[in-house]
C-alpha cells in the first residue's frame, strides 16, 4: 500500500512574535499573487512598498471570537503601522498513520500590514459572530 | 469555456528533464482549460513576469492549468522546508537552475511538466504539457498560488493550490 500522503490537518494558532497566540481560528487563507500582467494597486495598499508588478501575499484568517492579535497594528484615525514583528502560523500536520506533527509558516517582519478588520454581526440566532482580518505582506516565507 | 478536472490524479511530475524532476503524489485534483481571448481575435497575453515569450502572438491561446495539493510539502518528505515550488529546497526547473516560485523576482519556466491520470477504467492517461526538450523552453510557468484551510467541522480537505499556464500544444 502506497504511502499516506502527508497533510495538513488544520490550523492550530497565529502569532506575532511576542504576543499570545491565538487558537480560535476558524479559516486561514494565503494568495500568493504573482506579477503575470501589470497590476495596478489601489490606493488602500499605497504607502506599503508593494509596487506595481511587485509579489505579495493576501492572508485572511477569520477567528470564531473577537481576539486582539493584531489590534496594535490597526489604526482608525491613522495610517496602519507596519507589524514590526513576525507573523507564526501554525498548522497540525498529519506525516502518516497516527503520526502527527506541526509545521509553521513564517511572514518575516517589518513586511505585514492589516488591510481591513471585519466583525461579524452580533444578534439573536446568528450562529457565529466571526472576525475577518486581511493582511499583506510582502518578502519571503518561511516553512518549518 | 470548456474545463477538464481529473480528481484521480497518480502523479505530476515537475522539473528539467523526465530524469531531473520530482513527483508529486499527493495531488487532490488537477484541472485544465484552454484559454481564448476574444475567440482568438485580439489583444493576448503579451508579457509573462517581464519575458514576452517567443510564439506568443496575437490572438495566442494557452492552456491553464490547477494543481490541487494536501499541502506544499513534497510527498512522503517529514521536512516541512522541503516544498517543491520555492528555493533553497524546492525543486530546479529549468537549465538556468531556476525555482517555479521566486519570491520576488521572476518565476522560472517549467521545461518538464507531465501529469498522470488514472481513469475510471483504471486505465492511465499521460498529459505532457512540457517534455524537457528544447522546444517547450519557455511555455510553461507558475502563476500563482492559493493556500485555504479550515478548522470547521466537516472540512474535507485542506489544500494548497498552484495555478499554472501552458503555451504549447499537449503533447
Redesign the interface.
Known sequence: M??K???????ASIIVTGGVAAEN??????????????QFVPNVYKGVDVLQ???FRRLTVVFDSDTNIFDAYWKVAAINVVMPATLVVT?D?A?ADGVE?T??WTYVANKSWVTKKEFGRIEDEVKRSTFEYEIIC????V?? | MAEVIYDRVKSVAIGTTAGASVTITNVLAFAYRIVTVEEGMVVPISVINDDNPSGVHQGHSYYEMLMVLDTDWLVDEGDATSIWAYGPTGVVVNNDGDFAIDEDGENGDIEYFVVTITEHDATETTLTFADGLAATEKTVWCMGETSEFSNEDGAPHQTVTYRFICLGDLI
Do not use: C, Q, W
Not at chain 1, 500522503?5 to 490550523?11: D, L, N, P, Q, T
Not at chain 1, 510582502?138 to 516565507?141: A, L, P, R, S
Open positions: 502506497a504511502a500522503a502527508i497533510r495538513v490537518k488544520g490550523i481560528i476558524l479559516s486561514f487563507r494565503e494568495d500568493h499573487v504573482h506579477n503575470m500582467t501589470p508588478r511587485a509579489k498548522f500536520m506525516i506533527t509545521m509553521t510582502y518578502g519571503t516565507k516553512p518549518a
